[in-house]
């Protein structure tokens, strides 16, 4: 299965999206790319420029999905940077740990055209369920 | 949607729900708002009403003001009074946008003499006022002096020149929620936040300049008593938070306390956006400390933003603020948990009040009314889309059914993606300027999520509030010029 993210109807105030992919590792990099695609008008202007490292632990693979892109948003805000993943390694069975590297470039307004200001990913309906072809998450985003 | 079938009207607009409803309820859910609007409310919010009824400590009702609609853990619009002691505090409760608030300020200037310059002015206000993704405030701070700010509130934005003694007799609090403790704050938030005081924000966020017109007065004497005394008043109205500082703090929180409530506190867990501690914990304490850090942001991002516009309109029309009349009516928060005393069976209890989306309304007499507002209640802000107008209302006596709270908007009805596939951003920006609403938007696709269509009738809401006894009409107000994030 392809990867890939559509955004559905959720909490009337706020932005709602549902990841699929075969693997945990591309389904966390596709919220990513989902995050991004709700941060910028065009995801494709988003330039490589920048690395940053990422590494996570959590006590279940749906809060370190829930940490995963609060880090993401917390690096646009704090950092200034647009970032997606350009590989996810998800491990762990009593916790669940997430190393990844992060791809992007300085956040600029004049560049970029700027869509929603995604305050911080919610725990609000968050589920990673397994499919027969792989797993879906479904994510709902505070704007 | 429909309403509950076991939901019964007790009142001339309240409506209740008897803990049968759902296992667990420790109190009822008390709903206001006309049959109309409680009728129109999603399903979501009497379930989400019904969750929260299911909290350790909580007192009298779990509470939906008018505008409610659904929201995280608790409804937007939800109010709930925790005792202090065997009680919890929910960051959900709260909303991540710690002390969202509203400001208005009022002006002796006419629509007649801003008219011709109106463009000038919302071109200056956006430009001055930074909005959207990636905004940076003007203040550049260092990590030391966010911290002091985060302790003081806004007092510490007025001694730095941001203001005047006055704007903080007219502000909740005074500006400054005490128990702040920056220690409690994670190095995270402090890194988020340092940029961003001065900031308007996106979503909901704006700062609008509106027009009191005499036939929008309901209350003449409360509306001259709270400074709007002329025809076609100019007034200008904004609505923001703590910004992502406010997000950072809620977010590390409520990681945390999810990961303790199965452990260490032996809560049940119902809804993750309900994760809650004891208030009397070390971690509810922490929090609390942490909530009252962002609060003080958000008193001192609105004070520095008020500092801004009076620079603005100085400019544009070559007075002084002072010349222009320009002082703030009142600041009032909307996204809060606050210590308080409340009678409740005839008896002084001191709990922990959450309002998500609700504006506290402290009636005529309150001892923590400032003495202008005294014998008027306290003045309430109730922001409506940018296309219908807002409210100022005032608190009143029989608002001890709710804890003083009252509504704080007009509530959305549409999803921001079904706002977005009716409305297009450039479109909606031309139809309000040939209606003379200019508006300035960091997002055209934030603009049109914005859309009137997406909200509900802010009359009706401001209405259903005097009906229930929340709070009483002073008057509406009609936008002219919007800057949106």
Same mark, same amino acid.
């Given at each position: 299965?392809?990867?890939?993210?559509?955004?559905?109807?959720?909490?009337?105030?706020?932005?709602?999206? @549902?990841?699929? #992919?075969?693997?945990? !590792?591309?389904?966390?990099? +596709? /919220? =990513? %790319?989902? @995050?991004?695609? #709700?941060?910028?008008? !065009?995801?494709?202007?988003? +330039? /490589? =420029? %920048?690395?940053?490292?990422?590494?996570?632990?959590?006590?279940?693979?749906?809060?370190?999905?829930?940490?995963?892109?609060?880090?993401?948003?917390?690096?646009?805000?704090?950092?200034?940077?647009?970032?997606?993943?350009?590989?996810?390694?998800?491990?762990g069975e009593s916790e669940a740990r997430l190393d990844a590297t992060l791809i992007g470039e300085p956040l600029s307004r004049k560049r970029h055209v700027l869509a929603a200001d995604i305050k911080a990913a919610t725990a609000h309906g968050l589920r990673i369920e397994a499919r027969p072809d792989g797993f879906e998450a479904h994510v709902t985003l505070d704007v | 949607m429909v309403a509950p079938s076991t939901l019964q009207r007790i009142g001339p607009a309240c409506f209740e729900l008897g803990i049968g409803f759902r296992e667990g309820m420790r109190v009822p859910v008390r709903v206001f708002g006309s049959e109309k609007l409680v009728k129109e409310m999603d399903d979501h919010v009497f379930i989400q009403a019904a969750n929260v009824a299911t909290l350790p400590g909580i007192v009298e009702a779990s509470f939906a003001m008018p505008d409610a609609h659904w929201g995280y853990g608790f409804p937007i619009?939800?109010?709930?009074?925790?005792?202090?002691?065997?009680?919890?505090?929910?960051?959900?409760?709260?909303?991540?946008?710690?002390?969202?608030?509203?400001?208005?300020?009022?002006?002796?200037?006419?629509?007649?003499?801003?008219?011709?310059?109106?463009?000038?002015?919302?071109?200056?206000?956006?430009?001055?006022?930074?909005?959207?993704?990636?905004?940076?405030?003007?203040?550049?701070?260092?990590?030391?002096?966010?911290?002091?700010?985060?302790?003081?509130?806004?007092?510490?934005?007025?001694?730095?020149?941001?203001?005047?003694?006055?704007?903080?007799?007219?502000?909740?609090?005074?500006?400054?929620?005490?128990?702040?403790?920056?220690?409690?704050?994670?190095?995270?938030?402090?890194?988020?936040?340092?940029?961003?005081?001065?900031?308007?924000?996106?979503?909901?966020?704006?700062?609008?300049?509106?027009?009191?017109?005499?036939?929008?007065?309901?209350?003449?004497?409360?509306?001259?008593?709270?400074?709007?005394?002329?025809?076609?008043?100019?007034?200008?109205?904004?609505?923001?938070?703590?910004?992502?500082?406010?997000?950072?703090?809620?977010?590390?929180?409520?990681?945390?306390?999810?990961?303790?409530?199965?452990?260490?506190?032996?809560?049940?867990?119902?809804?993750?956006?309900?994760?809650?501690?004891?208030?009397?914990?070390?971690?509810?304490?922490?929090?609390?400390?942490?909530?009252?850090?962002?609060?003080?942001?958000?008193?001192?991002?609105?004070?520095?933003?008020?500092?801004?516009?009076?620079?603005?309109?100085?400019?544009?029309?070559?007075?002084?603020?002072?010349?222009?009349?320009?002082?703030?009516?009142?600041?009032?928060?909307?996204?809060?948990?606050?210590?308080?005393?409340?009678?409740?069976?005839?008896?002084?209890?001191?709990?922990?009040?959450?309002?998500?989306?609700?504006?506290?309304?402290?009636?005529?007499?309150?001892?923590?009314?400032?003495?202008?507002?005294?014998?008027?209640?306290?003045?309430?802000?109730?922001?409506?889309?940018?296309?219908?107008?807002?409210?100022?209302?005032?608190?009143?006596?029989?608002?001890?059914?709710?804890?003083?709270?009252?509504?704080?908007?007009?509530?959305?009805?549409?999803?921001?993606?079904?706002?977005?596939?009716?409305?297009?951003?450039?479109?909606?920006?031309?139809?309000?300027?040939?209606?003379?609403?200019?508006?300035?938007?960091?997002?055209?696709?934030?603009?049109?999520?914005?859309?009137?269509?997406?909200?509900?009738?802010?009359?009706?809401?401001?209405?259903?509030?005097?009906?229930?006894?929340?709070?009483?009409?002073?008057?509406?107000?009609?936008?002219?010029?919007?800057?949106?994030?």
């Amino acid at each position: 299965m392809k990867a890939r993210y559509e955004f559905v109807e959720g909490a009337t105030g706020d932005l709602s999206f @549902v990841a699929y #992919a075969s693997t945990l !590792d591309s389904l966390f990099a +596709a /919220a =990513s %790319e989902a @995050v991004l695609a #709700a941060t910028v008008e !065009d995801p494709s202007s988003v +330039a /490589a =420029s %920048e690395r940053q490292m990422l590494s996570l632990v959590e006590p279940d693979v749906e809060l370190l999905l829930l940490r995963f892109l609060n880090e993401l948003v917390w690096l646009r805000d704090a950092k200034g940077l647009l970032l997606r993943a350009e590989s996810v390694h998800v491990t762990g069975e009593s916790e669940a740990r997430l190393d990844a590297t992060l791809i992007g470039e300085p956040l600029s307004r004049k560049r970029h055209v700027l869509a929603a200001d995604i305050k911080a990913a919610t725990a609000h309906g968050l589920r990673i369920e397994a499919r027969p072809d792989g797993f879906e998450a479904h994510v709902t985003l505070d704007v | 949607m429909v309403a509950p079938s076991t939901l019964q009207r007790i009142g001339p607009a309240c409506f209740e729900l008897g803990i049968g409803f759902r296992e667990g309820m420790r109190v009822p859910v008390r709903v206001f708002g006309s049959e109309k609007l409680v009728k129109e409310m999603d399903d979501h919010v009497f379930i989400q009403a019904a969750n929260v009824a299911t909290l350790p400590g909580i007192v009298e009702a779990s509470f939906a003001m008018p505008d409610a609609h659904w929201g995280y853990g608790f409804p937007i619009g939800g109010v709930a009074a925790m005792d202090e002691e065997s009680g919890v505090i929910s960051p959900g409760g709260i909303g991540f946008d710690i002390n969202c608030g509203m400001r208005l300020v009022r002006t002796d200037l006419t629509f007649g003499e801003v008219a011709p310059r109106l463009s000038e002015l919302v071109d200056a206000l956006a430009d001055r006022v930074p909005a959207g993704v990636g905004a940076r405030g003007f203040l550049q701070l260092n990590a030391s002096e966010f911290e002091e700010a985060l302790r003081e509130g806004a007092p510490w934005a007025v001694k730095r020149g941001y203001g005047v003694p006055e704007d903080l007799v007219h502000t909740e609090a005074m500006g400054r929620f005490s128990g702040a403790d920056p220690a409690a704050v994670s190095a995270h938030a402090i890194e988020r936040g340092l940029a961003q005081v001065g900031t308007l924000g996106s979503g909901n966020h704006y700062l609008e300049v509106q027009v009191a017109h005499s036939e929008g007065v309901a209350d003449p004497a409360l509306a001259r008593a709270f400074g709007i005394d002329r025809p076609e008043q100019v007034m200008l109205m904004f609505h923001c938070g703590s910004r992502g500082f406010g997000h950072q703090v809620a977010s590390d929180y409520l990681q945390l306390f999810l990961r303790l409530m199965p452990t260490k506190f032996g809560l049940p867990l119902i809804d993750r956006e309900l994760a809650s501690a004891p208030f009397a914990s070390a971690e509810g304490q922490s929090y609390y400390a942490a909530m009252c850090c962002a609060a003080n942001m958000s008193f001192v991002n609105r004070q520095v933003i008020l500092h801004r516009i009076r620079e603005v309109f100085s400019r544009v029309f070559q007075r002084s603020p002072e010349m222009l009349g320009i002082r703030c009516i009142y600041d009032v928060a909307h996204n809060t948990a606050k210590r308080e005393t409340h009678m409740v069976g005839g008896e002084p209890r001191r709990l922990l009040v959450h309002r998500k989306g609700a504006t506290r309304a402290f009636p005529p007499g309150h001892p923590e009314l400032p003495p202008a507002y005294r014998a008027t209640g306290q003045p309430v802000i109730v922001g409506g889309s940018m296309e219908t107008g807002s409210w100022l209302l005032a608190g009143v006596a029989s608002g001890a059914a709710s804890f003083y709270s009252t509504a704080h908007g007009s509530g959305r009805t549409l999803s921001r993606t079904r706002a977005r596939k009716l409305v297009r951003g450039r479109a909606l920006q031309d139809e309000l300027a040939a209606r003379g609403i200019l508006v300035r938007a960091a997002s055209l696709r934030g603009l049109a999520e914005e859309a009137g269509l997406a909200y509900k009738n802010v009359d009706e809401v401001a209405e259903a509030t005097e009906m229930a006894g929340l709070s009483r009409r002073v008057a509406h107000l009609v936008p002219i010029g919007n800057v949106k994030g």
